[in-house]
């Protein structure tokens, strides 16, 4: 894991959507992280959809066509167990990520 | 398993890209609604959605390479995974690699052999719908000659000229039909020195039938083949190319042809080779041409209009929607009618005269029907080597997969998947599987070239291309690389299975009655090796069995002195002699042979001797009950041939001048009466019977021919009375009254009996007579090595005459070879597969064996720390091994009594049970198992009880 850390936190970040949120489809998904993260985080398009394409083929997540609220087909996707397993795999490596990232920056400080 | 699920969604990539098709498309529709409730008008909220994505195919190929990414990735890692674990155990992978690389390789060369010499399809325009005619009837024909040219098993393809035209007229199922006769040897004269060419009679409508076109001229028509037009003929891209190396300004050249100029008007399409395997010509004309350019001895006899000379083949192209059987009726109707109420009829009513029609590639098997009984002896024998192949690969990966228990077992304690672990199996067996395959490409393509080198050894050519055959190919890797899966597999998936502690405490308690998988192992191990024992003992006594034969043949006796023999053909017809200038000829190079020195002896006959070449007859003695007849074979003989030939002489006595004088002037008889019937047969008047009555009377009172006979001929027939003096060929060989007989046969004396065409027949009567016409193969005996005469001896032959081709030349020691290379090639061959099986099988005992001592060091070890005599050790093992290798001999004997009996027909001088083969093949057996067993052995007596029972 965490072979680069942007694709590792985009992992992280739609695992942990599809633990808060359920189920979700891709533009959900987007919405979610953008609104969650007080528009801090904009997740792109062009990455999500291969990300999701992966982690599905992973078996982390599994996905179905449903229709929206407003009658519109879409692919719900949904955490497996796998995916549980792997999400907590990704919180800890993340954290360590940013433990080690904050002592180096704390060290470059003092 | 996701690996599966993504090769598969490798393949199903258009279903991929409408499922990532349609969820992008309703992202986008999410997108814009919510832009439009945030305001934006419809148009530019559909744009910014597009726009956020980018490009859409760009992103699909992101998705989908995201897929490959992950495939490609971890088949990576399990291949460097693999191949570190091949490295670590290089005996196994040398050993496995050599045996899967060998039974793919053996396997692909001999059925790539078989493809092109028995599946192959014929060069010409849809083969399918190209027949051949073929008929049947009750008895012979009466017919005056028969001729075929090795296009089918039998004669019975063979048709007259004139049925041909008229089964051409007159069948309505064929879109077209073509007759084709040789290839025959001709003079071909006028392109520098006067050489030999093999050239094939076709008739007019040949190339248009089978939808050959030329490559530069044009080819024959049916207008060439008329009595008036002017000879042309159309050469075969191979002959054109050697012969005149592809000079494209040859196309009008005039050449000779046994002395008729003959045009050169086409050069045939280079794809059309040939009709038939092995009979390959240089170049095509047409049958009109038939009685000017004669390519064997006719007399004078007319191949073009008489119709009871049956020489052509006959090829019909089926018209579309006609079936075969429909078009052997129509054809069978005409044969019948033409038959019983033609011309000159040649069968009766009871006869039922009928005709086949056989698919063309079918029907001219040509050389193929004698080598296809070798193939298909070859194909078991390979194939028995592959199950051998695959048995010692299962025997390997079971070993193996059995000393991986325990790392399997811990690998699972730590957590690893089983999905996991198998995937890795797997990895490993098609891994393995590919290196074998690669060298067995290698390995095939090298069996290949060396197939056809055995086989055109001496004179002979291998007539068949043969490329490796991919199909073959694919199938055998595909059947190792199953077994290797399973048998790498199938304890693997079991192993993953077990319960976990007993196995890690294995080695603790290894001893005897404990270790439950490996003994389970051991013992599908053990009949594996048994299998091996079994079929490699099948396929040694089979080649063993062979190679007798051929010694056996290689040591027959033929009944003459084969060496210091050199022998050559000289074909003074082809150049326009007339018998008495032949006569001349041969009496002239004879005396100039024998005056080279070195020469102690020279003659000449009519075929040289075990050459293939057979003529025969029946003979009736004069005296004898009718209808009982002598079939002897016939040989033409010069002076001194016994003697040159070291043929003991037991009574009467030899041929001499006169008799040879007597001889020419009874063949002088025959041919003026001949001559004389065919005159009479075209103007039938009154002064013509008279003057064939008197050539008759002339040709009833020539005095009869001296002859010898052989023992046999002697022995079997005339046992009553002394035979020299008697007189036969009386002519009272059938039922019918016999008008006017021939002066017949006076018997001289008799020699010794000989082999004439062919080591394999059994001796049979033989009648020599003396030599007047045709052409003939001179036998001079040397005094030393034969081969340095031959510079003399064109010398001399070049001086003689400069139209006089000189060919086959080679001492009878490489003519006797020659004729046995179909047997020489099996022996090799079945003894390299044979030397094949018996390694493998080896290998395998081998291999378990090998394992057995590893696995059970530590009893090893105990038992010699408890005081076991290293003989005590040594039986052990060794015994087990020979106790195997006893067991697989006794089977594998059982299944060869069995089989061989199959290949009796091709034995000779042994018989299919012989016994001393099978003991002789049991002892090597035992000798090299015995060698397989005693390096393992040695290992185990070196172990050091201290070292054993410190292991671990």
Known sequence: MA???????????TLKTLSQMGELHGYGIVLHIQRASDEMLSVEEGSLYPALHRMEQSGW??????????NRKAKYYRLTAAGQKELRKAEESFEQL????????????? | MSILRRIANLFRRSKLDQDIEAELRSHIEMRTADNIVAGMSPKEARRQAVLRFGSRPAMKERVIAADAHMFLDSLWQDLCYG??????????TAVAVLTLALGIGANTAIFSVIDAVLLRSLPVKDPQQLVVLRWSAHSKPKVHGFSGYGDCVDQKCSFSLPFFRIMDAQAKAFSGMAAFAGPLDMDFSGNGEASIAHGTFVSGDFFSTLGVNAFIGRPLTASDDTPSAPPAIVLTYAYWQRAFGGDRSVIGRSVHLDNVAVTIIGVADPRFTNLTPGNTQDFFLPCSLADRVKGEWWGNQSRTSETDIWWVIALGRLKPGVSISQAQAEATAIFRNEMLHGASPAFKDADAPEIHLLPAQAGLNGETSQIAPILYLLMIGVGFILLIACANVAGLMLARSATRQKEMSVRLALGAGRARLVRQLLTESVLLSVIGAAFGILFAAWGVR???????????????????????????????????????????LRGTRVDLTPSLKE???????????????????NALVVTQVALSIVVLIGAGLLVRTMRNLHNLNPGFDARNILIFNIDPTIAGYSDQQTQELYSNLQQRFAAIPGVSSVSYSEDALLDGGHSGDDVHLDGAPPKQNVSTGILPVGLNFFSTMHIPLLAGRTLMSADFATAISTNAAQHALGAVATKQHSVPDSAAAAALASAQQAYTHSASVPVLINETFAKKILSKQNPVGLHMGDGQNSDDEVQHPGPGYTIVGIVGDTKYAYLRRPIEPM?????????AYFELRAAGNPTALVKNVRDIVSRAGENLPLTNVRTQTEQIEQTLYLERLLSRLSSFFGALALVLACIGLYGLLAYEVARRTREIGIRMALGAQQRDLLRLIVGQGILLAVI???????????????????????????????????????????????????RAMRVDPMVALRYE
């Open chain 2, 83 to 92: 191949v570190r674990v091949l490295r670590k155990s290089p005996g196994f």
């Open chain 2, 450 to 492: 060396a197939f056809i080198e055995l086989f055109s050894s001496g004179y002979v050519q291998f007539p068949f291309a043969v490329a490796p055959d991919w199909r073959v190919l694919t199938f055998t890797i595909g059947v190792t690389l199953i077994t290797g899966i399973l048998f790498g597999l199938a304890p693997a």
């Open chain 2, 507 to 525: 080695n603790a308690s290894s001893l005897p009655g404990t270790a439950v998988h490996a003994r389970r192992f051991f013992r599908l191990g």
């Open chain 2, 767 to 775: 009648m020599f007579l003396p030599l007047v016409s045709n052409s």
């Open chain 1, 3 to 13: 072979k680069n850390d942007l694709q590792g936190s985009l992992d992280l970040l």
């Open chain 1, 98 to 110: 940013v433990k080690g990232v904050r002592a180096v920056l704390r060290y470059a400080q003092g």
């Open chain 2, 888 to 938: 697989g001999s006794a089977l594998g004997i059982a299944a060869a009594l069995g089989v061989t009996r199959f290949i009796s027909s091709m034995l000779f001088g042994v018989r299919a049970n012989d016994p001393l083969t099978i003991v002789a093949v049991a002892i090597l057996l035992a000798v090299v198992a015995l060698l397989a067993c005693y390096i393992p052995a040695r």
């Open chain 1, 61 to 70: 997540i599994r996905s179905e066509w449903k229709l929206t609220d407003t």
